[in-house]
């Protein structure tokens, strides 16, 4: 398993070798049931849970319909609270941000919170290859980093891996990276926390640099906020001397109080708790106005773009910038629960992944343009998404713009995008099913002739038809289509006989 | 051109079919969310908080403002503490009845002194009920951040029912943004065995709420 | 009332019973049934494959064979859920486009007047007990369309409940996509027949001899999951239940 998503085949043939392992399946579908019934608990307890979906919605629209002068007052906020602020517009430049900062401190080594954001630019390859390591602290990063592995969820990129695993992983890894896991380690959940608290926590004690993403910016006060539960984003937060944020510009809500909304549906929704343990709210530096000596003496922010922006240009699309990264969307998901997160080719699997990778990246690639594909538009997603992401809208018209092509914004140009290769006869019968549809009678005649041959049909098809008969038998032909007995029987009111 | 402009530009290229919409912040969105769940009175609210802290494996101890001392010095002897991290604008009188060697949160302090601190008492900003949160400020009588992260066990001390909020909106209400927050609900957890919770991990794994009053 | 019975393409080529089902049905209940017979296909299946733009004819076409009636009675959720919900949407992208209003005032009078056919019996008919009479052990899929799209909620299980002789079991997970999902289950073969699978695994933990729901797309699928794997179970389609009388049950 690569540590990367570079030439991933497309959706179809990755999810083939996931759907056929069946410890993969009974991970996937153990771990997804879990955490289903406890969200809908959770959100249960909420009777105003119609509204908060509501609010979050519509603050994120607002916000994202503003986006500049957001931008602007909250650069100018966290610059007067005592942070730098950096504009990255695509990876490589927010690597090369990163680099010279980590660089200019002198340091050779950083802990990370868990981040989507460092994950999508590969962050971690970026600092390797100049000589700096970077430790992941979350605990589901740890088992994806110590297994070379590559991250399949987006709350818990480890969700692949069942405690077995894990504790093979932990055995046979730990050492190489410090402190070794302990003597008889077994696979209970509990133990495997413990090893996890000692192998990270000569790490966090000694760090002089920590990098994190954020969940939350807030425009009017410069305030960063970091959700999560196990305490290792605090210990990068508070301990390290340098603090090196790095967020997506979407991040962006206006006011402190708009974290009512969000601080109250993202908990829920994500690991299905009132509350999550622990968040961290910081403005500025330890030298800012109220920051009393705690935490980092200098706080970089790197807003990123990388593909943000031309979303935002994509009228339908844009709606996928409101994402709060709960992955409620993946744990509903069908699709994702059988053919798990690495199918997606993306730090961004299930269907918020599926419509995020081929807007943020384009629709390009071979797993890209087959990622708008990847859901049978049951909508589960939409259901849960506490901000109304439209998912099942954004998949449809992506698969319109894969084959149909048309205007479409990359790296901030307005480019014409061709109709992809490999659709041109599904094209061709859909057009034709079109023409016979626009007339009655060339359907007749197909539904006829269907009639008169049934006795030749097979209950199995060659070729493309086999997508359909490998698993599943074809239906009988009827001997008349109701069309024919309905002019037949005069609409049911003759005595009906039998077709001829 | 610097990135600055290169992405506000785009920003604002992408929205060009945006008809302008001058409909100010406050209009923006439906505040039609509630701003607590349920009527509840001063002491159903702190029987809430006691109750939602408990589910998430936090020990809740109450007790009346005189017996706070005696109480403090049961449970550090119970856990056997020989040292205890104090801010430094802890109430004096808390811990006059424990006889555990009391350590400042001084700011030359590094994370491996911390480290070896057995416990840590604090008081904390404001706490929901709701929720089953605690929040501290970094006041005074909380300390820096750091000493309520690194020593594993942490008992906080909340003024009930004045500190007592029944919702996150009510709670952000009291809060300065501009103070480093730290919400703490449950101890220290996570998610990422088979997303299923279990206690323990890089925080404090022993959380003590001690509600007074 | 007379209402246009909107049947749909698969029901009209593969599953014309369900469309006699649903003339006995609603026609036992007073109701006059009209076949428009220049009715076609919706569109639905262009639409969701990203082909929009084809789509639009056949959107027309729909407005134009349906839009004298008072009502439009389809028993596919999902193909309810195309006129009801992303016909408006057609009409806002064609303006979006700069197309103007044409498509958009072409499709409106349809949208509100369409009704999947257990929404019509219960909210414009106000009945649960058709009178019918169906002696099987059932247990029902509510489809995705049906129930995030229409919101259909309960109305399939009370009409169902309110059958005689019919013993209603649970299905577990039954708010679970059964992998169909129109080209998907072409596109995704493997996840499409494994989503197949494990629905009528489910369905036959029930001991259960029918399945029944609201769309037979969903049917051909599970159905012809069934026969592979052997069930032994069968598909149908709530209409053919409800359809069904002491004096002339179903087949």
């Known amino acids: 398993m690569s540590g990367t ?112 954001a460092t994950q999508e630019i590969g962050l971690n390859e970026a600092l390797e290859a100049e000589g700096i390591r970077a430790y992941e602290t979350d605990l589901a990063e740890l088992i994806v980093q110590l297994g070379r592995d590559r991250p399949s969820h987006i709350l818990v990129p480890a969700i692949h891996r069942n405690r077995g695993e894990i504790r093979d992983i932990f055995r046979a890894e730990m050492g190489e990276w410090g402190r070794p896991a302990p003597e008889g380690l077994t696979d209970t959940p509990a133990e495997l926390a413990e090893a996890a608290r000692l192998h990270l926590r000569e790490k966090f004690l000694r760090a002089k640099v920590g990098i994190s993403g954020a969940n939350f910016m807030v425009a009017e006060t410069g305030t960063l906020v970091v959700v999560e539960s196990e305490g290792n984003g605090r210990m990068c937060l508070t301990l390290p001397e340098t603090l090196i944020s790095v967020v997506g510009i979407e991040k962006i809500v206006p006011t402190w109080r708009d974290l009512e909304v969000f601080l109250q549906t993202l908990p829920r929704s994500s690991t299905a708790e009132r509350m999550n343990p622990y968040t961290s709210t910081w403005t500025g530096t330890r030298d800012g106005d109220a920051g009393e000596g705690d935490g980092p003496r200098t706080f970089h922010l790197v807003l990123l773009d990388n593909g943000r922006t031309d979303t935002l240009a994509d009228e339908v699309g844009r709606q996928a910038l409101r994402c709060i990264r709960c992955s409620a969307c993946l744990n509903v998901c069908p699709v994702y629960e059988r053919a798990g997160g690495h199918a997606y080719g993306s730090v961004y699997p299930g269907p918020i992944g599926a419509i995020l990778s081929p807007q943020l990246r384009g629709t390009g690639s071979e797993i890209d343009a087959s990622l708008p594909y990847a859901s049978s538009l049951c909508g589960a997603c939409y259901e849960v998404c506490p901000v109304a992401i439209d998912i099942p809208e954004v998949l449809v018209h992506l698969r319109e713009r894969v084959v149909e092509g048309g205007l479409v914004t990359r790296e901030g140009n307005k480019v014409v995008l061709k109709p992809a290769r490999g659709h041109a006869a599904e094209r061709a019968a859909m057009r034709a099913a079109r023409w016979a549809f626009s007339r009655p009678g060339a359907l007749r005649a197909g539904q006829r002739l269907a009639s008169r041959t049934r006795a030749l049909h097979p209950r199995t098809l060659p070729g493309p038809g086999r997508a359909w008969s490998a698993a599943r038998d074809l239906p009988a032909v009827p001997a008349e289509p109701f069309r024919d007995w309905w002019q037949r029987t005069n609409g049911g009111t003759t005595e009906e006989g039998t077709a001829k | 051109m610097s990135s600055r402009e290169l992405i506000l530009g785009r920003v604002r290229r992408a929205l060009a079919d945006v008809p302008p919409d001058d409909t100010p912040y406050e209009d923006a969105a439906p505040r039609g969310y509630l701003r607590e769940h349920g009527a509840r009175g001063a002491e159903e609210t702190v029987a809430l908080l006691a109750e939602h802290l408990a589910d998430y494996r936090a020990i809740v101890h109450r007790c009346g403002e005189s017996e706070l001392p005696s109480l403090l010095a049961r449970l550090l002897a119970e856990r056997e503490a020989a040292t205890v991290l104090v801010p430094t604008g802890l109430d004096e009188t808390w811990l006059a009845e424990s006889d555990v060697t009391r350590v400042a949160d001084r700011a030359e302090s590094d994370a491996h002194e911390l480290d070896a601190v057995d416990s840590v008492v604090t008081a904390c900003a404001v706490a929901v009920a709701e ?21 594993d066990h942490h008992i906080c001390v909340v003024r009930a029912p004045d500190q007592v909020v029944s919702s996150v909106p009510l709670a952000l209400e009291r809060l300065d943004p501009g103070r480093p927050l730290t919400w703490i609900s449950g101890p220290s957890a996570t998610s990422d065995i088979e997303l299923d919770r279990v206690e323990g991990v890089h925080g404090p794994r022993t959380l003590e709420v001690i509600l007074v009053g | ?81 195309m006129v009801r919900e992303l016909y408006p949407r057609m009409g806002e992208r064609a303006r979006a486009e700069g197309r103007g209003e044409a498509l958009a005032a072409t499709l409106a009078p349809v949208v509100p007047k369409t009704y999947e056919l257990t929404e019509f019996l219960v909210d414009v008919l106000a009945v649960t007990d058709v009178g019918a009479y169906y002696p099987h052990t059932v247990t029902y899929h509510p489809t995705c369309h049906g129930l995030r799209g229409l919101g259909l909620g309960d109305r399939p299980r009370r009409l169902l409940q309110a059958v005689g002789g019919l013993e209603l079991v649970e299905l577990p997970g039954a708010d679970e996509c059964c992998g169909f999902g129109g080209t998907f289950a072409l596109k995704n073969p493997d996840v499409s027949a494994a989503m197949g699978a494990d629905k009528v695994r489910n369905a036959e933990s029930t001991g259960a001899q029918v399945l029944c729901a609201a769309d037979n797309s969903c049917l051909m699928h599970i159905g012809g999951t069934m026969t592979r794997l052997r069930t032994g179970m069968r598909p149908v389609h709530i209409a053919e239940i409800l359809a069904s009388t002491e004096r002339e049950p179903a087949r």
């Open chain 1, 5 to 116: 998503f570079v030439g991933m085949p497309a959706f179809p043939e990755a999810a083939r070798e996931a759907v056929a392992d069946p410890t993969l399946r009974g991970n996937l579908r153990h771990a997804t049931h879990t955490i289903r019934a406890k969200r809908a608990a959770a959100v249960a307890e909420m009777s105003d849970w119609v509204e908060l979906r509501e609010a979050g919605r519509r603050i994120k629209d607002h916000t994202l319909r503003r986006l500049d002068r957001y931008l602007v007052q909250l650069e100018e906020a966290v610059t007067a609270a005592g942070g730098t602020v950096h504009w990255a517009a695509d990876a490589d430049e927010a690597n090369r941000i990163v680099t010279r900062l980590v660089k200019e401190t002198g340091e050779s080594e950083v802990v990370k919170v868990k981040s989507m």
């Open chain 3, 1 to 81: 009332m007379r209402v246009a019975l909107f049947l749909t393409c698969v029901n009209d080529t593969l599953y014309p019973e369900t469309g006699r089902a649903v003339v006995k049905l609603l026609t036992r209940l007073g109701v006059e049934v009209d076949f428009p017979m220049a009715q076609t296909c919706c569109g639905q299946a262009h639409y969701n494959t990203g082909y929009r733009h084809e789509a639009e004819p056949l959107a027309r076409h729909f407005s134009d064979v349906f839009e004298e009636y008072e009502a439009i009675v389809t028993p596919s959720g999902s193909c309810g859920a």
């Open chain 2, 131 to 151: 929720t089953g949160t605690i929040v501290l400020d970094a006041g005074p009588d909380q300390g820096r951040r750091r000493i309520t992260l690194v020593p």
